[in-house]
Every structure is written in structure tokens, then in C-alpha cells.
């Protein structure tokens, strides 16, 4: 049978950079880890779409 706890919708994860951490638990701080990766990714997908799209339009313009 579930618990009571397994019908509460779940808080997502978020994280505030320089947030105080010291009283997250072992799990909160690698789910938050695991959540600044996945950002660190994206925002890295990001710069990478963004620099071959500027290195496109500067090989336009100068040929």
C-alpha cells in the first residue's frame, strides 16, 4: 500500500548559486550536483550552437 507521502507531489530541486548549504542532507547535495552538471551541459550546448553559428555569419561576410 502507499504511503501518504508517495501521493504529495515532490519539490522539485533547485539551487541558488552561493545558497547556504549546510544543512542539506548527503542526498539533496548530489541531486543539486546532478542538477548543476545537467545545466553545465546545457549551457556548454549552448555556447557551442552559438559559436558555429557566429563562425557561419563570419564566413559569409568575408568571403
Do not use: C, W, Y
Not at 559559436?51 to 568575408?62: E, G, I, L, W, Y
Request: glycine share 2%; no cysteine; hydrophobic share 35%.
Amino acid at each position: 500500500m502507499a504511503s501518504e507521502d508517495d501521493d504529495k507531489p515532490r519539490k522539485k530541486v533547485s539551487h541558488e548559486i552561493g545558497q547556504d548549504v549546510s544543512l542539506l542532507s548527503v542526498e539533496d547535495l548530489t541531486e543539486r550536483i546532478a542538477l548543476m552538471h545537467s545545466e553545465i551541459e546545457r549551457l556548454q550546448a549552448a555556447v557551442t550552437k552559438k559559436r558555429a553559428s557566429k563562425d557561419a555569419a563570419n564566413s559569409f561576410f568575408k568571403s
